[in-house]
């Protein structure tokens, strides 16, 4: 079965600082990964998606992220935190089930206080 | 191009009550997905409909089922309400289905059962 472990339910950084947030998947097949970022009151933002191809992915708001097979990781990196980076963020992964099925598990999200 | 809508979006009920909850997709887009979040659970996967078929449930009770009309509006439905379906109920549509496709999300709907 498809899992995602996020490390650290809480991620405190002072403005400028490197942001990590870390995301570990289990998955017999290659998967699709996500992270998405929910503020207040508000629904779920994708950030970024690794389906195919290049393992370094580009996101919104200068976040990146990493897919790692041989750690099972997709790592959440933003070279230096804002304010309005404060927020919860979720790492998704869904699975191919040949092709026509297949929904989102989340992590149980991480949430990332910036200091100023 | 709007993005997806959800109505209500508060809503308190009580106990064994019904609710019906809707969901507008984002134009064009055929799949509608909706979501669970709790704090003790997190998000979990409810159900997910693709040109007015049901096509993935997740693990919940037979208490909770939705539909999709012509127009790929989408309503979810949650019977015989209980303290713990108090939660925010997201949905999500996409342009088809699959796991190719991006998921985009409502603000969703918060649901208080006392």
């Known amino acids: 079965a498809q899992s995602v472990t996020q490390l650290g339910s809480h991620v405190s950084v002072s403005e400028g600082a490197l942001v990590l947030l870390r995301c570990n998947y289990s998955?017999?097949?290659?998967?699709?990964l996500f992270w998405y970022v929910q503020y207040p009151n508000q629904g779920l933002q994708l950030l970024l998606k690794y389906t195919t191809g290049a393992t370094l992915v580009k996101g919104i708001n200068g976040f990146e992220a990493e897919f790692k097979k041989s750690e099972t990781s997709f790592h959440l990196t933003k070279p230096s935190a804002h304010m309005s980076d404060a927020a919860e963020y979720f790492c998704a992964v869904i699975v191919n089930y040949g092709g026509s099925q297949g929904n989102l598990i989340f992590g149980k999200g991480t949430k990332l206080s910036v200091k100023p | 191009k709007a993005g997806v809508t959800q109505t209500p979006r508060y809503l308190i009920k009580t106990r064994g009550q019904q609710v019906t909850l809707s969901c507008s997709p984002i134009?064009?887009?055929?799949?509608v997905s909706w979501y669970q979040q709790t704090p003790g659970q997190g998000l979990q996967f409810l159900f997910e409909y693709f040109s007015e078929t049901q096509r993935n449930k997740g693990n919940f009770p037979g208490r909770f089922s939705g539909r999709q009309f012509s127009n790929s509006r989408s309503e979810m439905n949650v019977s015989t309400l209980e303290l713990g379906d108090s939660a925010l109920y997201l949905c999500?549509?996409?342009?088809?289905?699959?796991?190719?496709?991006?998921?985009?999300f409502g603000p969703g709907t918060r649901l208080l059962v006392l």
């Open positions: 999500a549509s996409s342009h088809e289905t699959g796991v190719r496709e991006t998921q985009y």
């Open positions: 134009s064009g887009h055929r799949s």
């Open positions: 998955s017999s097949v290659p998967p699709y």
